[in-house]
């Protein structure tokens, strides 16, 4: 359990926003679920957006080093990601991806909480990139991640609707056919 407030606030709403919803949880909620005040809210948050944004740059965060690892353990591969993310679909907590509910939520691309999740898919198109250039693919490795990723996102997606590790392998085969032909 963190100690300080600013992290109490943050857990808080990382655990609650990624149940509910963020517009569904409002400030009074997070205040009774950290434990926090509400000066100490606004000491640490000029805003509810601005405690989003902490919350993705944290989601972000321990989302990359999990995977990283869970890929690392299961070969290192461009494929490998499709199996992590089955672990993770099976999950009985599983809501889908923080940063695709945030900007489905908050669809302003002007608005920091937006453009904080926007950076984090593109952090994952980078470690997708880095994947097809460490397995020797060369030529189109931008091209061929943004596919990737964009594969991993429909995945994300479909899991939360079906309540399933399936759509990590369906997309898994459409990637085996990618990257065969590139």
């Not at 949880?25 to 000066?39: I, N, Y």
């Not at 980078?126 to 943004?146: C, I, K, M, P």
């Not at 964009?150 to 990257?179: C, F, M, N, W, Y």
């Given at each position: 359990?963190?100690?300080?407030?600013?992290?109490?606030?943050?857990?808080?709403?990382?655990?609650?926003?990624?149940?509910?919803?963020?517009?569904?949880?409002?400030?009074?909620?997070?205040?009774?679920?950290?434990?926090?005040?509400?000066?100490?809210?606004?000491?640490?948050?000029?805003?509810?957006?601005?405690?989003?944004?902490?919350?993705?740059?944290?989601?972000?965060?321990?989302?990359?080093?999990?995977?990283?690892?869970?890929?690392?353990?299961?070969?290192?591969?461009?494929?490998?990601?499709?199996?992590?993310?089955?672990?993770?679909?099976?999950?009985?907590?599983?809501?889908?991806?923080?940063?695709?509910?945030?900007?489905?939520?908050?669809?302003?691309?002007?608005?920091?909480?937006?453009?904080?999740?926007?950076?984090?898919?593109?952090?994952?198109?980078?470690y997708v990139a880095e994947l097809l250039t460490g397995a020797g693919y060369v030529h189109g490795t931008r091209e061929l991640?943004?596919?990737?990723?964009?594969?991993?996102?429909?995945?994300?997606?479909?899991?939360?609707?079906?309540?399933?590790?399936?759509?990590?392998?369906?997309?898994?085969?459409?990637?085996?056919?990618?990257?065969?032909?590139?």
């Amino acid at each position: 359990m963190p100690t300080n407030a600013r992290e109490r606030l943050v857990k808080a709403a990382e655990d609650l926003f990624y149940a509910e919803g963020i517009r569904a949880v409002g400030v009074e909620r997070l205040l009774a679920a950290s434990g926090v005040g509400r000066a100490s809210f606004y000491r640490h948050f000029a805003s509810k957006d601005d405690l989003v944004v902490a919350m993705i740059d944290g989601y972000g965060r321990r989302w990359f080093d999990w995977l990283h690892t869970a890929v690392a353990e299961r070969g290192g591969t461009p494929l490998a990601l499709f199996d992590a993310l089955a672990e993770r679909f099976s999950s009985d907590d599983y809501r889908g991806c923080a940063a695709i509910n945030t900007m489905v939520e908050i669809a302003d691309p002007a608005s920091a909480a937006h453009r904080a999740a926007a950076a984090h898919k593109r952090t994952m198109a980078a470690y997708v990139a880095e994947l097809l250039t460490g397995a020797g693919y060369v030529h189109g490795t931008r091209e061929l991640a943004e596919q990737l990723v964009l594969l991993i996102d429909g995945a994300q997606v479909t899991a939360l609707r079906e309540r399933s590790a399936a759509p990590a392998h369906r997309a898994k085969a459409v990637a085996t056919a990618l990257l065969s032909a590139a």
